[in-house]
């Protein structure tokens, strides 16, 4: 149920399951199918990134840096301004933001780099040679 709630996009849900009817079903079919990942793995990387915090050393970024976010990430929600305060620390960040679609899966987005390879070799075109 935490991968419905946290990876998929609302647009993208939508598109797929437009009515109540089919929402249920899809949901009912994602918690049919079986767990595959290890639930003391899954325990271990929330535990981990717990009290994570990268702020304090964002400062000390020299190299240009190439942020990529979707629209309808549910995990890291544009909405609440987050990202930029993180931005500003470092002198050369840029940030490309995917639109949210049918097409976009929320926090998943990144898993497809159909949604970003242009702006990320536009990046890398531009980045300094370490020659």
């Given at each position: 149920m935490f991968s419905i709630a946290t990876t998929g996009g609302i647009l993208a849900y939508q598109s797929k399951a437009p009515?109540?009817?089919?929402?249920?079903?899809m949901v009912d079919a994602r918690l049919a199918a079986p767990v595959t990942s290890d639930?003391?793995?899954?325990?271990?990387?929330?535990?981990?990134?717990?009290?994570?915090?990268?702020?304090?050393?964002?400062?000390?970024?020299?190299?240009?840096?190439?942020?990529?976010?979707?629209?309808?990430?549910?995990?890291n929600?544009?909405?609440?301004?987050?990202?930029?305060?993180?931005?500003?620390k470092v002198k050369q960040a840029s940030l490309f933001l995917i639109p949210a679609s049918a097409e976009s899966s929320g926090h998943g987005t990144m898993m497809s780099a159909r949604f970003y390879r242009t702006a990320l070799g536009e990046f890398l075109a531009k980045a300094p040679s370490n020659k």
């Open positions: 009515t109540r009817d089919l929402a249920d079903k639930a003391n793995d899954f325990i271990y990387i929330w535990n981990f990134s717990a009290d994570y915090n990268a702020m304090p050393g964002l400062e000390r970024i020299k190299a240009p840096m190439l942020v990529i976010n979707s629209a309808d990430d549910e995990r929600p544009v909405e609440i301004g987050s990202l930029e305060p993180a931005l500003k």
